[in-house]
């Protein structure tokens, strides 16, 4: 139960009143950087701004209350904004709730049975791929509002996306596109500026001030561009009651695929900035208290009408530089959104939508690593290539659910080929055999011609069968030796073919004998009866007493 506690409860026995102020300035900084990514968020995934706040709000809180992580900010990502806007455009957002709450009970689940670990079976290859492909939806679904096009509807699937725009781009906005770039302009120039500046100055992020620049502009001068205001109408700052979604048992069959989907990225990119704030601060998180924390955030969001959240690397990393140390910084984040929530969120829907998009082009463009999935592409094997290449078309032209399935089954197809070929089965060879080279014939052991001793290297299981098969026997042979001691696993499937293997052996009136069996294949052929078929006598420790024991037996049969 230690690996489900908590670090909240872990942290007060050492704690300071010095770390508090520290806790409490990181929590209000990333509170400041958290907020016009999540109302940016709320809207790409095709929501009202006030939802990104209650996820970020509420998921965050339990994120940071039960998690396993003693610096992880959750709340929501780029990464989900494909998903959640698809699930809008096929379900509304009474699925999307429904989805949100599904996928955190599969996220406490997941970390009630201990499946912490099992994340790290995800290969790298999937994850770049699709991490990939986010950020090009991501990227290419903000084009609207950054040109300022002129659309009733933009299509959810990529390519008709792509041709949606080319068909608008005669609609685009000049003023909307320069107010655009020139907020993208502050975001990347802000922060070689910080660097001089002192104290909570040089914390401020460029997507703030940019944010805060572009609406004082557009205000003032009574710029025509489109802002929250003028396209969700009022916004409201009242704080969200908890409501149950209607469901019934056709909704929980159409939605598993999409909340499997989204506990998955979840529990995937939680971990992952788990591990990175690890390294930060010297410390280990709980991986499956951090999955309990996930999936009661989750759970918690959808009830108060939040979306999918999980732990945002970003906002992690800046908690963790500004001293943040415990989850009460992660609490005084959520404190901080709340305050914004109630007091200012009236003056958000002065904000251009140019400029939200913005942010989000400049998020889209720093969270892929491209550097990295050239280098795959370059160096990597070529079955690793194809996975990557397929998870990342598949998550730009259909959607993530199909990329993450047909990702994990190629990867394990291609696995299970490259773990079949190191599967081997080779025969010794006889000092007399006229194909043994010269000085080999001293490294032989001098075999009678009716003893065979095949040696099987590597795991044997169902793809690796027919090395089994490779086994033979001639006139002369009445013993054959079979060597194990490079096999480390076998399956049913091949523990079937070797039985096959022995029962014909022993009924032509020969006999098989196993040497040097290791414990997981020894265990499974006691365990399936194969031991008592082929006889206990029959098994050796060693190669050495197994062929002592095959000359004793050929010399009496002669």
């Not at 970003?314 to 910084?329: K, L």
């Not at 029959?538 to 000359?551: G, M, R, S, T, W």
Request: with cysteine; charged share 15%.
């Amino acid at each position: 139960m230690n690996e489900l506690k908590p670090k909240l409860f872990e942290i007060f026995k050492d704690y300071s009143g010095k770390q508090l102020v520290k806790d409490v300035i990181a929590g209000i900084i990333v509170g400041i950087i958290a907020l016009p990514l999540s109302i940016a968020l709320a809207i790409a995934s095709g929501v009202g701004p006030e939802q990104g706040l209650y996820t970020a709000i509420v998921a965050g809180f339990f994120i940071a209350v039960f998690g396993g992580s003693r610096v992880q900010i959750g709340g929501p990502t780029a990464a989900f904004v494909v998903i959640i806007y698809g699930i809008i455009a096929k379900y509304g957002t009474g699925g999307l709730t429904v989805a949100t709450i599904m996928a955190g009970l599969i996220l406490v689940l997941f970390g009630v049975f201990h499946f912490g670990s099992l994340i790290k079976y995800i290969p790298y290859t999937i994850t770049c791929g699709f991490t990939c492909g986010i950020a090009v939806t991501l990227f290419v679904g903000q084009l609207k509002d950054f040109f300022g096009l002129e659309m009733e509807k933009v299509p959810s699937e990529f390519v008709e996306k792509l041709i949606a725009y080319g068909k608008a781009v005669g609609t685009t906005n000049p003023v909307a596109l320069a107010l655009g770039v020139g907020a993208v302009l502050i975001m990347l120039i802000w922060p070689k500026l910080t660097k001089k500046l002192p104290g909570f100055f040089g914390a401020i992020p460029g997507s703030l001030l940019a944010i805060v620049i572009t609406t004082v502009v557009a205000a003032l001068a009574k710029l025509p561009v489109n802002t929250i205001g003028s396209v969700y109408g009022e916004l409201s700052s009242k704080f969200p009651t908890p409501q149950l979604p209607k469901v019934d048992f056709e909704m929980i069959q159409e939605l598993i695929r999409p909340a499997f989907t989204i506990a998955i990225l979840a529990g995937i990119e939680s971990l992952l900035s788990a591990v990175v704030s690890d390294g930060m601060i010297g410390d280990t998180h709980k991986s499956n208290a951090e999955l309990v924390g996930q999936g009661l955030g989750n759970i918690f969001s959808g009830l108060f009408g939040g979306i999918p959240a999980t732990g945002a690397i970003a906002r992690t990393a800046a908690n963790v530089r500004n001293g943040g140390r415990t989850p009460i910084a992660g609490i005084m984040h959520c404190v901080t959104l709340t305050a914004v929530l109630i007091l200012l969120m009236p003056i958000a829907s002065y904000i251009p939508m140019t400029t939200l998009a913005a942010v989000l082009l400049v998020v889209a463009a720093g969270m892929a690593d491209w550097k990295a999935f050239g280098r795959l592409v370059k160096k990597a094997p070529k079955s690793d290539v194809i996975i990557l290449m397929v998870t990342f078309l598949l998550t730009v032209i259909f959607d993530l659910v199909i990329a993450i399935e047909v990702g994990v089954v190629l990867a394990a197809l291609f696995f299970m080929k490259r773990m079949s070929d190191t599967t081997g089965v080779s025969a010794w060879k006889y000092t007399d055999d006229p194909d043994v080279t010269p000085g080999e014939a001293e490294k032989l052991h001098a075999l009678p011609r009716s003893i065979k001793v095949y040696e099987i290297s590597g795991p044997l299981f169902f793809a690796a069968t027919d090395r089994i098969l490779k086994i033979g026997v001639d006139e002369k042979t009445k013993i054959v030796i079979v060597r194990m001691r490079a096999v480390t696993a076998i399956d049913a499937s091949a523990l079937k073919t070797l039985e096959e293997l022995a029962l014909s052996i022993m009924k032509e009136g020969k006999k098989i004998v196993f040497s040097h069996v290791n414990e997981q294949p020894l265990k499974a052929m006691e365990k399936a009866g194969f031991v008592n078929i082929v006889g206990e006598e029959n098994f050796k420790p060693d190669i050495v007493k197994a062929l002592e024991y095959a000359e004793s037996i050929a010399g009496q049969k002669d």
